[in-house]
């Protein structure tokens, strides 16, 4: 069975940093891009950042700011967030991307970050 467990969010300050960490199960972890998607309040999802083979990509939003990795060994995914805005206020989920579907085909629960002073 497929698992994607977030953890990490947790309240922070703007102009701080937090590190969201994804652990993955249930698959072979370095056969697949992984994706990192979030969900303000109130607003749809907004995909942020995938990393595979080749060099990761960014949204505008978070390129600069934000660096995704990967730890091929543990079935780790992390996003490291620098540099918050309290317009980084969501709900951050990992994900499988899959080039089957030309989308996402597993999500993980979600770990909320809140930015505010």
């Known amino acids: 069975e497929v698992q994607l467990v977030e953890s990490g969010g947790g309240l922070v300050q703007p102009g701080g940093s937090l590190r969201l960490s994804c652990i993955a199960s249930?698959?072979?972890?370095?056969?697949?891009?992984m994706t990192w998607v979030r969900q303000a309040p109130g607003k749809g999802l907004e995909w942020i950042a995938i990393?595979?083979?080749?060099?990761?990509h960014y949204a505008h939003s978070v390129k600069g700011r934000f660096t995704i990795s990967s730890d091929n060994v543990k079935n780790m995914l992390y996003l490291q967030m620098n540099s918050v805005k309290t317009e980084d206020t969501a709900v951050y989920y990992c994900?499988?991307?899959?080039?089957?579907?030309?989308?996402?085909?597993?999500w993980g629960k979600g770990t909320l970050v809140t930015v505010s002073a």
């Open positions: 990393i595979g083979n080749d060099s990761p």
């Open positions: 249930g698959f072979t972890f370095s056969s697949y891009p």
């Open positions: 994900a499988r991307w899959t080039s089957a579907g030309g989308g996402m085909d597993y």
